[in-house]
């Protein structure tokens, strides 16, 4: 496992100094602030504030997730052989090494907005507070494995393309398409909330806990689905 985690921590510093991940992060922090006061100036509930919040990161993010997910195994084949038979390790663990490094940025840089935010409007809103904590646990969730399937997806075209802006493309194509799909399979009228689907219902607390558990659980198996399907491409690449 030690030439996994030697690659797991070189790609964490590359991200660590990605302009694009600071960027993104000053911009969803200044979001989340704008959030909390929206929140506070207007007398709309606390969840259609944050349900807005939350499919905007959603909407916007995912182009900053696929960019961040494509470009985890450089294009250059002839390079990324040298790096594996340099370091000693298998394909199989330098992809995976790879695909943890970039889950766990897109995630961190997920919740290390939406998390304090959430919990501004949570603590701090009055009579237009009608989240609770368990709805907005289950809503964070639901977002966050969104965004590591995406993530995955994105990894997957670019180990069976070779190609970044190829994968890009693919993954820009196929995500907003299902996105698409989904917002209208689920929104219930063409009110401003009616849009939002059951994400307001979701951090009010009002759909039932074993619901949600359900649709992470499928939600992880597909993750787990298209991480196998990672491995597997980046294996037959001519490395």
């Known amino acids: 496992m030690g030439p996994y985690f030697t690659i797991l921590f070189d790609d964490l510093a590359i991200m660590v100094k990605s302009w694009l991940v600071w960027i993104w992060l000053l911009v969803t922090a200044v979001a989340g602030v704008a959030a909390v006061l929206v929140g506070a100036a207007f007398?709309?509930?606390a969840s259609f504030i944050l349900s807005w919040g939350l499919t905007l990161y959603l909407a916007l993010g995912s182009f900053v997730v696929i960019v961040i997910a494509a470009n985890a195994t450089p294009p250059e084949q002839?390079?990324?052989g040298d790096a594996i038979i340099s370091r000693g390790l298998t394909p199989a663990q330098y992809v995976l090494a790879k695909m943890t490094s970039r889950l766990f940025t897109v995630i961190s840089l997920f919740l290390a907005v939406t998390i304090p935010a959430s919990l501004a409007m949570l603590y701090m809103l009055g009579e237009t507070n009608d989240l609770?904590?368990?709805?907005?646990t289950f809503g964070l969730m639901h977002i966050a494995f969104a965004?590591?399937?995406l993530v995955i997806l994105t990894m997957m075209f670019s180990s069976f393309f070779g190609n970044s802006m190829v994968s890009s493309v693919a993954a820009l194509l196929g995500w907003y398409s299902l996105?698409?799909?989904y917002?209208?399979?689920q929104a219930r009228d063409f009110s401003p909330e009616g849009v939002l689907g059951q994400l307001p219902p979701l951090l009010?607390?009002?759909l039932v806990v074993s619901q949600n558990i359900l649709i992470l659980a499928g939600t992880c198996g597909v993750i787990i689905l298209l991480g196998a399907l990672t491995v597997y491409?980046?294996?037959r690449r001519d490395l």
């Open 43 to 45: 007398t709309d509930p």
């Open 78 to 80: 002839a390079y990324v």
């Open 132 to 136: 609770t904590g368990i709805g907005i």
């Open 147 to 149: 965004l590591a399937a």
């Open 179 to 181: 996105m698409g799909l």
């Open 183 to 185: 917002a209208l399979s």
């Open 204 to 206: 009010r607390g009002s």
């Open 233 to 235: 491409f980046f294996q």
